[in-house]
């Protein structure tokens, strides 16, 4: 019995010296957010949305005003008579033109983040197909966006995008209705019209 308990004693001073093989867990720690932790975009393949809502207006105006004149007076005298003629040449022009523009998008579109560069910020690209009565229109949104934007419910405004590109295409009867035709380009072109 004593010999029994040398050798379980011997055991166990010898476990404790070998070494121990590396812990293995289930859970990638650097990957890892636990249920009560922030759900916010943070890495590549992460989904948040944003908030749309672009809003342009461009007016342009130009005025012109230009006048001339000019005259030649010539006279002639005689003894008997006096003889004066005067020509004169004057014209004027005067114009003006402006020219106005707004265009305004709102959307909601969940753009997926492609990379995230030094600082945390994260490069996202995203688009979004509609169709409407036969009208299909396509958002497509790209641009960087930086972690401290990101609201707590995980969306972002479109103004705090950086180099933000935003394209709206749409193809149907209601974009064919607005090209010109063949014919109004060539008179339009002659200046017939």
Not at 46 to 54: A, R, S
Not at 62 to 86: K, M, N
Not at 137 to 152: C, K, T
Request: charged share 20%; hydrophobic share 40%; no cysteine.
């Amino acid at each position: 019995m004593r010999t029994e308990a040398i050798r379980v004693s011997v055991m166990a001073l010898l476990l404790s010296w070998a070494p121990l093989a590396p812990a293995q867990s289930l859970v990638d720690p650097d990957a890892f957010r636990g249920p009560a932790a922030d759900q916010r975009a943070w890495r590549v393949g992460d989904i948040l949305t944003v908030n749309v809502q672009e809003t342009t207006r461009a007016r342009s105006g130009a005025a012109t005003d230009a006048s001339s004149d000019s005259g030649v007076r010539v006279g002639l005298r005689s003894p008997s008579t006096d003889y004066d003629a005067s020509i004169g040449l004057s014209g004027g022009s005067a114009g003006g033109a402006e020219t106005s523009r707004i265009g305004e998008l709102r959307a909601q579109i969940s753009v997926r983040v492609t990379a995230v560069e030094a600082g945390g910020i994260m490069a996202i690209l995203g688009e979004q197909d509609l169709l409407v009565n036969g009208e299909k229109q396509r958002i497509r949104l790209s641009g960087l966006v930086r972690p401290q934007d990101v609201s707590a419910s995980n969306t972002v405004w479109s103004h705090r995008v950086a180099d933000a590109r935003v394209e709206l295409t749409g193809v149907g009867t209601v974009s064919e209705s607005q090209r010109q035709s063949l014919v109004y380009r060539a008179l339009k072109w002659l200046r017939l019209l």
